[in-house]
């Protein structure tokens, strides 16, 4: 490509490189359909054609979503999480442990700030089924059918909170490397719990979270329903009171409140609750646990 020179140049870049990102991003999310798919059709040989068919509507809205999200807050979140670990490290909050890192090794290192990151995760990820938080979270939730997909659908408020996770990690002295392994970790993970498989994960599921109880997380008007908030570890859930994994989930998935149409109903719905919220006489926000 021509070098593009001139005071519009820094713009014509960030727009090139924005575009690159988004193609990327799309052969990845490709890729990863081509695996989940294999994956049904050995999993659910009998219905996953059907199954598939079921979640396209909502997958459109998920695409849309995961495309702006790209172009648009993706490079939001990375400007920012940048410019507020630069501004706490100016201030010496956080602490640096390189000695600490290096005695113990990589593999327990990366261990280490998946384990701490989780937990941080699982705090977070509380917070935002709070009365405040949960009318952006919610847009996660509203996929009726729900797929490994599903968790590309989520609103800018809730992208911005997930990336406190990482600034949280940096300010704890983690190293860039293993902080950067987290976010793979717990994202590739995060699609693995999203899939609709009938997994239980048998003796692991007590250390790890299963598709099967983050499907609970996602049921509609059941006991235990918005529980299980940890992304990888389930010791969380349990050693906090959070776990609910009865048996297999076949209840319906979603939430209670008019979402809108499409997507724009979607980016819409939290402004219209915090507004109508702020009023006299607001209207209640509906938590899942309600």
């Not at 050995?42 to 998920?62: H, M, N």
């Not at 949960?134 to 992208?159: G, K």
């Not at 250390?207 to 908030?229: E, I, Y």
Request: glycine share 8%; hydrophobic share 50%.
């Amino acid at each position: 490509m021509a070098r593009v020179e001139g005071p519009l140049a820094p713009v014509i870049k960030f727009l090139v490189d924005d575009a690159l990102g988004l193609w990327q991003a799309l052969v990845a999310l490709a890729m990863l359909a081509v695996v989940f798919a294999a994956l049904a059709r050995v999993v659910k040989p009998a219905t996953w054609v059907e199954d598939g068919r079921s979640a396209l509507p909502q997958a459109r809205i998920t695409m849309v979503l995961s495309v702006v999200d790209q172009l648009t807050v993706t490079p939001a979140v990375s400007l920012f999480v940048a410019w507020l670990g630069t501004w706490l490290r100016e201030r010496g909050l956080g602490f640096e442990a390189p000695a600490l890192w290096a005695t113990i090794g990589p593999a327990p290192t990366l261990f280490a700030t998946v384990f701490v990151g989780d937990f941080v995760g699982y705090w977070r990820h509380r917070a935002q089924h709070s009365k405040w938080l949960w009318p952006a979270h919610a847009i996660h939730h509203s996929d009726t059918h729900m797929t490994w997909f599903t968790l590309e659908r989520m609103h800018p408020v809730d992208r911005f909170g997930s990336a406190l996770d990482t600034v949280i990690l940096a300010a704890l002295g983690f190293p860039f490397w293993a902080q950067a392994g987290n976010v793979f970790v717990r994202h590739y993970y995060g699609y693995v719990i999203h899939a609709d498989v009938p997994w239980t994960l048998g003796k692991a599921g007590l250390l790890f979270n299963s598709p099967v109880m983050h499907r609970w997380h996602h049921a509609r008007d059941v006991p235990g329903a918005g529980w299980n908030f940890a992304t990888v570890f389930s010791v969380f859930d349990r050693a906090f009171g959070t776990y609910h994994q009865p048996g297999p989930c076949e209840v319906p998935l979603g939430v209670r409140e008019d979402m809108g149409k499409g997507a724009m109903g979607q980016y819409l719905h939290p402004l219209k609750v915090w507004s109508a919220a702020l009023r006299p006489g607001r209207t209640k926000v509906i938590l899942p646990a309600e």
